[in-house]
């Protein structure tokens, strides 16, 4: 990967991103900055592109034109797991649990991106690879408490309702302290409270330093973001806070439909 001069205060960077699908315009020239130790929210209507661009951050998907920087560097062509492994991680709009392991072995599960034990080190059980795994467990149980799912640790993933399941995607993705955590429509599937206790996780983990990537249709949850950016019909329309944001009258139009 080869650096470019950019702006140190953004940690992730989208540079005039277009994409299409059999011939039809998705995206259109996006630019989107994601800066270090804050919220950046993406909304937009039915069809804006939100998805598309959420998995091209992600490495789902690759850009027909435009790069995406990440501190720095092009990561445009990079997989999801070595995006993943450089601590860019991503939770689903429908939550990913492995429904027959433990709550706690779905954590154990999200540290193995961390492992540095090679293949005959994990095969024959040698010390090194012993002493990680142990070191696995421990961040997994600090994870659990963190994110008060110490009493439901060893109830299967699947058993539980979808706002638990949705709170283990959520810790699983957050136990390696990664640098950017993607969220794509975290509220999904909740009722108001399990929504308000999403929003006050997503308050706590920014307070404690995790920068974050909220793609919402959920005005009362993107009301944590610290900076928004509106997508309608693949182009940013809009930008700023979120006071700043419900005033736009071109997001009220777009969005809101007024």
């Known amino acids: 990967m080869t650096a470019v001069d950019i702006d140190t205060n953004a940690m992730l960077q989208l540079r005039r991103i277009s994409k ?5 315009s998705v995206l259109r020239d996006v630019t989107l900055d994601i800066g270090k130790g804050g919220i950046t929210g993406l909304i937009g209507p039915n ?6 661009l959420f998995n091209i951050v992600s490495g789902f998907l690759t850009p027909d034109q435009g790069d995406v920087l990440y501190h720095g560097a092009s990561i445009a062509r990079a997989s999801v797991a070595e995006r993943s492994r450089e601590g860019l991680v991503r939770t689903f709009q429908t939550p990913q649990v492995f429904a027959h392991l433990s709550v706690r072995d779905n954590l154990i599960a999200g540290c193995h991106k961390l492992g540095t034990s090679g293949f005959l080190a994990n095969l024959f059980g040698l010390p090194s690879s012993r002493a990680e795994r142990r070191r696995m467990a421990a961040l997994a149980d600090a994870t659990l408490a963190r994110f008060g799912l110490g009493d439901i640790a060893q109830i299967r993933a699947g ?13 699983r993705a957050a136990v390696g302290e990664p640098d950017i955590l993607c969220l794509d429509e975290p509220s999904s599937g909740l009722n108001a409270e399990e929504t308000e206790q999403l929003r006050q996780m997503l308050v706590r983990l920014n307070r404690e330093g995790m920068t974050i990537f909220l793609v919402s249709h959920d005005m009362d949850l993107m009301g944590v973001s610290s ?32």
């Open 20 to 24: 299409g699908f059999f011939g039809l």
């Open 47 to 52: 069809g804006a592109g939100k998805s598309t």
């Open 159 to 171: 058993d539980l309702p979808v706002g638990q399941q949705r709170l283990i995607e959520l810790a």
């Open 227 to 258: 900076d928004v950016n509106v997508l309608c019909f693949g182009e940013i329309i809009a930008r700023g806070d979120f006071a700043a944001i419900q005033a736009d009258p071109r997001v009220r139009e777009a969005y809101l439909g007024a």
